[in-house]
């Protein structure tokens, strides 16, 4: 069965990175979420997906110079209103945990690392993964391919994941260099025949993001390992024909 996570939650309908779009997820059918994470400026583990709070809330800045207490406070479905009014709060990642503790989800953590290397990081959600006992559910995805490496030097046992968004040659190769078991390409830079030939290497591929019908059923159609979507209700729906 191809499993279904929800790109930063329910991104599609509701306000990205939020609670309120975790739980439409989890409502929706999917088996997982996707999420983002930085650290704040008092070394905070906040689930947000820019570097700045510009795009997604009616404040500004850099994530790395504000507080959590200062993130918390503003809207963060501030340019979305027009579909959710409902006001909603930048969660940090202990929030989701406890969440987690109630459902049976899976979580994907993108650590947003490529650009600010936020030193620590890596230790730091380890950590919360361990406190929370999520070695099981929790997989750790990054465009720092580096960062993957020291996930694996400081725990073995959880899942890595390399990002990537250009074409590959044996992707199954270069994740098991890094130690990963699983890609997450980009959806237009791998073909059906490499995704086939990856995952009969034991290597799970999780695309991004998969939003259009055709795809969904395209993938659903060769058991790809997994889709990562804004759209997990009309996933989950397409899915059944497939089971």
């Known amino acids: 069965m191809t499993f279904i996570f929800a790109h ?3 991104a599609g309908t509701h306000p990205e990175n939020t609670m309120e779009a975790f739980v439409a997820a989890e409502i929706d059918g999917a088996d997982g979420i996707e999420l983002d994470v930085q650290l704040t400026a008092d070394g905070e583990i906040a689930v947000i997906h820019d570097l700045t709070v510009d795009r997604t809330t009616n404040g500004s800045g850099y994530v790395n ?4 207490s200062e993130l918390s406070k503003l809207k963060a479905n501030y340019h979305s209103l027009h579909f959710f009014k409902k006001s909603c709060r930048i969660p940090s990642l202990r929030e989701v945990f406890e969440w987690l503790e109630a459902n049976d989800l899976l979580c994907n953590i993108e650590l947003k690392n490529a650009v600010n290397p936020y030193r620590g990081m890596e230790e730091k959600v ?5 406190e929370y006992c999520l070695e099981r559910r929790v997989l750790i995805s990054s465009f ?3 960062s993957l490496v020291h996930c694996k030097e400081i ?3 959880i899942i890595t994941a390399p990002l990537y968004n250009e074409v590959l040659y044996k992707p199954w190769e270069y994740a098991a260099s890094l130690g990963a078991s699983g890609i997450h390409p980009k959806l237009k830079s791998i073909s059906d025949r490499e995704i086939i030939d990856t995952m009969a290497c ?3 591929v999780r695309p991004y993001t998969v939003n259009k019908e055709k795809d969904m059923k395209r993938l659903f159609a060769i058991d790809c390992s997994a889709i990562i979507t ?3 209700g009309k996933a989950y729906r397409l899915r059944e024909q497939y089971q």
């Open 230 to 232: 804004d759209y997990p």
């Open 8 to 10: 930063r939650g329910s």
């Open 155 to 157: 725990a073995p046992a």
């Open 65 to 68: 110079e504000l507080t959590y």
């Open 202 to 204: 034991g290597i799970a």
């Open 126 to 130: 380890v950590e919360l993964v361990h």
């Open 144 to 146: 720092n391919h580096k």
